[in-house]
């Protein structure tokens, strides 16, 4: 499972820099130039970070406050590769990204704006923005009462890890079988859907996949 300890090692750019993978790594340099530039970019005093996927149940980084709320014209789509993660590279598995369409609701989580904030972004840049393939960006979720300004991994469409208009069938055939050293892909989308529910955020497309997804998990071991 992802932990800071992995963050903190580095351990996520060794292995994705195989060279079989053809990927940019960026360096810690780069990294804290983006963080820099992201909150240069912030429209308040506060830090709001949007989960949608993973960061909902396993956010590693420490938080002040959390709310449920919502993003209108986005959504949470599984439409990054996986290669080492929850895949391999003959076998990459898929997790989520966020891209424009209907809403989307996920948590946001309120970070201390302090000296030790750069400490704990670049864990998150090092997880999310290690090879470019999602972009900070911030939009205005809604969590039920004002709009707070949050700060979201949107999907990069540009980068070579990026897939769009996965059929149903291929979708469920990568996350039934995907596996890396993170875990497996369908883990990954059933503890997703598990940490929505104990959030009171139904996804009825997520809770479908899943269905499928254990369901050819099924028909593979027999």
């Not at 956010?59 to 449920?68: G, T, W």
């Not at 875990?183 to 497309?205: H, K, M, R």
Request: hydrophobic share 45%.
């Amino acid at each position: 499972m992802l932990n800071r300890q992995v963050l903190e090692s580095k351990l996520l750019q060794k292995l994705l820099a195989h060279p079989e993978l053809n990927l940019t790594i960026l360096s810690d340099e780069e990294l804290l130039a983006s963080i820099r530039t992201t909150l240069e970019q912030n429209p308040t005093k506060e830090l709001w970070i949007f989960a949608y996927g993973s960061l909902i149940w396993n956010p590693l980084f420490d938080y002040l406050e959390r709310r449920v709320v919502t993003l209108n014209a986005w959504q949470r789509r599984f439409c990054l590769l996986a290669p080492v993660g929850r895949g391999t590279i003959d076998n990459p598995g898929l997790v989520l990204g966020l891209e424009q369409g209907n809403f989307c609701q996920g948590i946001a989580y309120r970070l201390a704006v302090d000296d030790n904030l750069e400490a704990e972004l670049l864990l998150l840049w090092r997880r999310e923005m290690v090879v470019g393939s999602y972009i900070p960006t911030w939009l205005a979720a809604n969590d039920g009462k004002q709009d707070i300004p949050v700060l979201a991994f949107t999907v990069n469409p540009y980068h070579p890890v990026y897939v769009n208009n996965l059929s149903t069938e291929k979708l469920v055939c990568s996350l039934a079988t995907a596996k890396g050293f993170l875990g497996s892909s369908a883990e990954y989308l059933s503890s997703t859907v598990q940490g929505l529910l104990a959030e009171g955020i139904e996804d009825p497309e997520l809770i479908e996949l899943d269905r499928l997804v254990k369901h050819r998990q099924k028909t593979l071991i027999i």
